[in-house]
T-cell receptor
């Protein structure tokens, strides 16, 4: 079974530029998550989708970050414009998203963003 | 509030020594899950173990063992006879309602 795919793996941009990350979850997984992991810290949830609807985006800096999951499969996370403090690893995860039980999250390899 | 604390920022031990990574959590929920993940230099998060709040039995898997104590809200992780390949950042995490809250991680260096 293929895992969670993310691209690109690495990205270097200058501040105020825009950047987009792509995630392809495990087939059949209804729930998709984007996490931000700043160096020296644990991953922090940015946004959670259930199919193509947003479940939780309370920690997403909406003035510059946006995410979508059209058709309830792939997702893109965009930053516009980027700031120096956005330098981090962006992790995508997915789970079956079944109601009433535990849903294990499977993580992708991450995209390492460096903002200069 | 949900919180996971890993007080040890960085630990260095010599190969073959045993090492314990501490994890303390806070939650008001009665049903929750606890995890340990390993993050090697490649950056991927590797799932190690999941424990639900109703199962306080300790678990051993090869050189790894976990001690879950609800009375002290701790879920500690011990590596026995450490190896250089164990060098990584280890995260303790708490799951509730399909959301994972991670600790800040402990960076473990195993010296040859």
């Amino acid at each position: 079974e293929a895992g969670v795919a993310q691209s690109p793996r690495y990205k270097i941009i200058e501040k105020r530029q825009s950047v987009a990350f792509w995630c392809n979850p495990i087939s059949g997984h209804a729930t998709l998550y984007w996490y931000q992991q700043i160096l020296g810290q644990g991953p922090k949830l940015l946004i959670q989708f259930q199919n193509n609807g947003v479940v939780d985006d309370s920690q997403l800096p909406k003035d510059r970050f946006s995410a979508e999951r059209l058709k309830g499969v792939d997702s893109t996370l965009k930053i516009q414009p980027a700031k120096l403090e956005d330098s981090a690893v962006y992790l995508c995860a997915s789970s079956l998203g079944l109601a009433g039980g535990f849903n294990e999250q499977f993580f992708g390899p991450g995209t390492r963003l460096t903002v200069l | 509030a949900q919180k996971v604390t890993q007080a040890q920022t960085e630990i260095s031990v010599v190969e073959k020594e045993d090492v314990t990574l501490d994890c303390v959590y806070e939650t008001r929920d009665t049903t929750y899950y606890l995890f340990w993940y390993k993050q090697p230099p490649s950056g991927e998060l590797v799932f190690l173990i999941r424990r639900n709040s109703f199962d306080e039995q300790n678990e051993i898997s090869g050189r790894y063992s976990w001690n879950f104590q609800k009375s002290t809200s701790s879920f500690n992780f011990t590596i026995t006879a450490s190896q250089v390949v164990d060098s990584a950042v280890y995260f303790c995490a708490l799951n509730r309602d399909d959301k994972i809250i991670f600790g800040k991680g402990t960076r473990l260096h195993i010296l040859p």
